[in-house]
């Protein structure tokens, strides 16, 4: 079952700007024209700019020569269209939702590096969870950086949800013990626990993570039952190296793709799959706690080469 909202405008927007250096620049160069080799080279130096990524690129570029060669692509247009069907079978059939547990509570660990829009994505994931009928509870468990728990309260006072917190400098692993002890009584569906994104070194930061896990596993059976890693889309393919970092140490399961609206690279998408056996689930497409929309490959393929 899908608990978000799926809309193809939102999408569209928040692609706008990819789109102008995929779709809007890839037609004008393409369409009514016959395709050439020196074409195939200007669709390859569009797609490294949308940071589709090289190895991506390059096993399009490849299908797209012998699909040339073979004379069945022979206009811009039906490039066009080769590169749509391509990008769009890349990503497997299967569920892009979160994982709700058999018996509550759900636990939501959601990780990722400082700046990139952590706690926002929280909030917009408990909001889409409330909005779906189900009871949510917030944990504040990154106690390093107070404004990280100012920020997450001041978000469950808009949304109406609670909150757990410790004071600054808290153990997180503490206060990610209290709130699964509170979800437990309270009979919350999910449980929602935001991470530091850094504290001295990235190995702290990787043992506070396993650390976490490890209470909320001891407290509530199979938890966390999905592990969520927001990456920043307009950093580019530095997300691709967080995502592998994070991948290694926290058990990602999936990916919410923040920022998707400040970049004309969201082909990182598509780099993030080539490189990681990790689904994007979910995709922020602006800054209002109501800009989340599941991650749907084929209505996100159309919004890049939308003009």
């Known amino acids: 079952m899908n608990i978000f909202r799926s809309a193809f405008d939102a999408i569209k927007k928040g692609l706008q700007k990819t789109a102008e250096v995929v779709g809007l620049q890839l037609r004008s160069l393409l369409l009514g024209r016959t395709l050439s ?9 569009r797609l490294i700019a949308a940071d589709v990524g090289v190895k991506a690129t390059r096993e399009l570029i490849d299908g797209l020569r012998k699909e040339f060669r073979s004379g069945t692509v022979a206009r811009g247009e039906d490039a066009l269209e080769y590169l749509k069907r391509q990008l769009k079978a890349r990503w497997p ?3 892009r939702a979160i994982h709700i547990a058999e018996k509550s509570p759900t636990v939501v660990l959601v990780v990722g590096v400082n700046g990139v829009g952590k706690t926002t994505s929280v909030a917009k994931i408990a909001k889409s969870l409330k909005d779906e009928g189900r009871t949510v509870l917030l944990a504040a468990a990154d106690t390093f950086r107070a404004g ?15 909150i757990v917190k410790g004071k600054a400098g808290a153990d997180p692993a503490a206060v990610a013990f209290d709130a699964a002890d509170a979800a437990i009584a309270r009979g919350i569906d999910v449980l929602l626990v935001d991470t ?12 506070e993570l396993t650390k ?22 307009t950093s580019g393919q530095n997300a691709v190296q967080q995502a592998r970092l994070f991948a290694a140490a926290a058990g990602v399961t999936g990916i919410f793709l923040a920022k998707l609206d400040g970049t004309a690279r969201g082909g990182i998408v598509v780099a ?9 689930k979910l995709i922020g497409v602006g800054e209002r706690p109501d800009d989340v929309a599941p991650f749907d490959p084929d209505k996100f393929v159309e919004a890049m080469f939308s003009s």
């Open 37 to 45: 080799e020196e074409l195939i080279d200007e669709i390859e130096t």
């Open 93 to 95: 059939e299967g569920s």
């Open 148 to 162: 990280a728990v100012a920020q997450l309260t001041v978000w469950s006072e808009r949304l109406g949800i609670d």
């Open 196 to 207: 530091a994104g850094r504290l001295h070194n990235q190995d702290n930061l990787m043992r």
């Open 212 to 233: 976490i896990r490890t209470v909320l596993a001891k407290k509530i059976p199979g938890a966390p039952h999905e592990v969520l890693l927001v990456l920043d889309a």
């Open 272 to 280: 993030i799959r080539e490189e990681l056996d990790v689904p994007v």
